[in-house]
């Protein structure tokens, strides 16, 4: 069966970096679209970040642009989130989603536990 587990989530201070991974098995990691989405304490889901199946396209959410990189490592079925100069508003659950389709639809019909970034002084 598809699974998708992030690691790599934590404290840090304002300023700070962290790496998220997600581990995925279970399908053709590398004939899918991922993304990253993120939701806050008492909000809604939110869309970070998509890479295309070969990793050459990527896209960011204007909250992040500039401050987080997503890549994939097909060999290694691992979808990666760079995240630098962490705001405290970066505060959520960080979770990776499988496009629906080979040929993208923008729908995500897996998605992973998260895990918990948390930017504080």
């Known amino acids: 069966e598809v699974q998708l587990v992030e690691s790599g989530g934590g404290l840090v201070q304002p300023g700070g970096s962290l790496r998220l991974s997600c581990a995925t098995s279970?399908?053709?990691?590398?004939?899918?679209?991922m993304s990253w989405v993120r939701q806050a304490p008492g909000k809604g889901p939110e869309w970070v970040s998509a890479i295309n199946s070969g990793g050459g396209s990527t896209y960011y959410a204007d909250s992040v642009k500039g401050r987080f990189t997503i890549s994939r490592d097909n060999a290694k079925n691992t979808l990666y989130l760079q995240m630098n100069s962490l705001k405290p508003e970066d505060t959520a659950v960080y979770s990776c989603a499988k496009d629906r389709e080979a040929t993208p639809v923008h729908e995500y019909d897996y998605w992973g536990q998260g895990t918990q970034v948390t930017v504080s002084s």
């Open positions: 279970g399908f053709t990691f590398g004939n899918y679209d």
